[in-house]
């Protein structure tokens, strides 16, 4: 037992004894330099860490990464040698990232001629954020009813395909795009740096986030699963104009620093490259679930739910006769607002029943979900349905030929003909074109619309006029024509006349 004691006396003997010898010999290396002449650079030129640089592993000598992302917003001034470069956004502002092909020739060649996915995440950069994220995200969604962290400016955007946006995840975007070619992806970062710090004084000091890329290549289903490259940037975001202010004030502080102070910081660069990183450890965006279109408050373009790419099959949409009504129950309306893309909110009306909803006026729900979903909000809630371009009337002539070649002994005792009436089908148009209303009354006879040869209007001394796309487009709201069929030269098929 007293042996057992004294061992760890003699370690701490020994230990003293190793730390003053590297503290003699660190002594030894200032005074061989003299004290003046010491500096950062002098210390890195020596041997021993020249040494300790060779014996890097041979691989990350010169390695060139197959894809390279640049981020068009200048690093600050004020970050240490050796330290991840520090960028200022400012919120709602469109920042520029090229997606550049850094591949060496014969390098990747599967995904020639293809297309790569790409993600991107607005992440946090402290890892004490990043246990509690979840929890973060939703306090920013409960404040922020209707916003997302991250969007994409879509017109301003150069070579992206099916750009995408999950209504629950509000920082994460992604979409498709040829390496071959020129992309340019504009983004926007909408959350503030200080709207994740504790309240406790004025002038908090906002908190770092990440901007992460992950792409992935297609695998033999088809399927977006094949991890490629990630990169990742350490961002600031501040109130409009407000990361124009931080910037100029580094550069400032920096200014008034002697050179030799200079020394131990990291130039100002125009543009932020993004380092490699470890692929962002969520699995579920890379799944082949359904995520859906691009839809965003934000942004002046929104592409809808059919634009599908090769991995995402289009969801099919909702019942035209999905109406609310004031019987449904909360569960009820909750499916309901899943149902029709509204599972952004659902938090927000979790006890609302279809009553509850349906009372809500047009500036309530605006101001709840904000102006784009507000107003979609409010038009679904009253079943507003889309009035088509044009209406028209038809009528098929063998039903009224019949109707008028009743015998004469059908009349009343007071000497008036029954009466008949003759049922016309009502033809709604959006495209106003010949081949959209060639499939319309394909329809009304329960045809294929293959089996309509050519359709005709009756023109001045019955002649048969061709309909073209600039007819239709002249035809007048709610106009009345008799069809008319005639057999077509190649079996099983009609021309069709509209009198």
């Not at 001629?113 to 950069?125: D, E, N, P, Q």
């Not at 404040?143 to 879509?154: F, K, Q, V």
């Not at 750009?163 to 983004?187: C, G, H, M, Y």
């Not at 909360?330 to 499916?335: G, V």
Request: aromatic share 8%; proline share 7%; glycine share 6%.
């Amino acid at each position: 037992m007293a042996w057992a004691l004294k061992l760890p006396l003699a370690d701490e003997v020994i230990e003293s004894g190793l730390v003053q010898d590297f503290d003699a010999s660190l002594s030894g290396i200032g005074q061989e330099l003299g004290a003046g002449a010491y500096s950062m650079s002098d210390v890195l030129a020596l041997p021993i860490f020249k040494q300790e640089e060779s014996s890097l592993p041979p691989d990350n000598e010169n390695e060139i990464l197959p894809f390279q992302y640049v981020l068009c917003a200048a690093t600050s001034p004020a970050v240490k040698l050796h330290d991840e470069t520090l960028t200022y956004l400012n919120q709602g502002q469109s920042y520029e990232i090229r997606m550049l092909d850094n591949r060496k020739l014969g390098e990747l060649p599967e995904i020639n001629g293809k297309l790569v996915k790409s993600i991107f995440r607005v992440v946090f950069h402290d890892r004490r954020l990043q246990y509690t994220e979840h929890q973060q995200l939703e306090g920013w969604r409960w404040n922020r009813p209707g916003d997302r962290i991250l969007d994409i400016d879509i017109p301003m955007s150069v070579g992206i395909i099916d750009p995408r946006a999950n209504p629950t995840q509000l920082n994460t975007v992604e979409f498709l795009w040829d390496p071959a070619k020129r992309t340019s992806v504009f983004i926007q970062v909408h959350c503030i740096s200080t709207e994740f710090t504790m309240r406790k004084h004025g002038g908090e000091k906002g908190v770092p986030f990440r901007v992460q890329i992950d792409t992935f290549k297609e695998n033999e289903n088809g399927e977006y699963t094949e991890h490629l490259h990630s990169a990742s940037c350490q961002i600031k975001v501040f109130k409009p104009k407000g990361a124009d202010r931080k910037q100029k004030t580094d550069r400032e502080k920096m200014e008034k620093r002697t050179p030799h102070e200079k020394e131990k910081y990291q130039p100002s660069y125009e543009t932020t490259i993004l380092t490699e990183c470890s692929p962002w450890p969520e699995i579920t965006y890379v799944s082949n679930s359904p995520s859906p279109g691009f839809n965003s408050s934000h942004s002046s373009f929104s592409l809808g739910e059919g634009n599908g790419s090769p991995s995402h099959q289009p969801e099919p949409p909702p019942p035209a006769t999905d109406n609310l009504l004031p019987t449904t129950t909360p569960q009820e309306a909750q499916q309901w607002l899943h149902r029709n893309r509204f599972s952004t909110f659902t938090r927000l009306f979790t006890n609302f029943s279809g009553a509850d909803l349906l009372k809500l006026t047009r500036d309530d729900v605006i101001q709840i979900c904000g102006p784009a979903d507000g107003i979609r909000l409010f038009n679904a809630l009253k079943g507003r349905m889309v009035r088509p371009r044009l209406t028209i009337y038809v009528c098929q002539e063998s039903l009224q030929l019949r109707e008028q070649q009743q015998p004469q002994q059908q009349k009343n005792e007071d000497g008036d003909s029954n009466g008949t009436f003759f049922v016309y089908h009502a033809v709604y148009l959006e495209e106003l074109t010949a081949v959209e209303l060639t499939e319309k009354i394909a329809q009304l006879f329960s045809i294929s619309p293959r089996q309509i040869s050519q359709i005709y209007k009756q023109g001045p001394t019955g002649i048969h006029v061709l309909i073209s796309d600039e007819m239709i487009q002249n035809f007048q709201e709610e106009a009345c024509f008799i069809l008319d069929t005639m057999k077509a030269e190649t079996n099983d098929s009609y021309h069709v006349i509209l009198k």
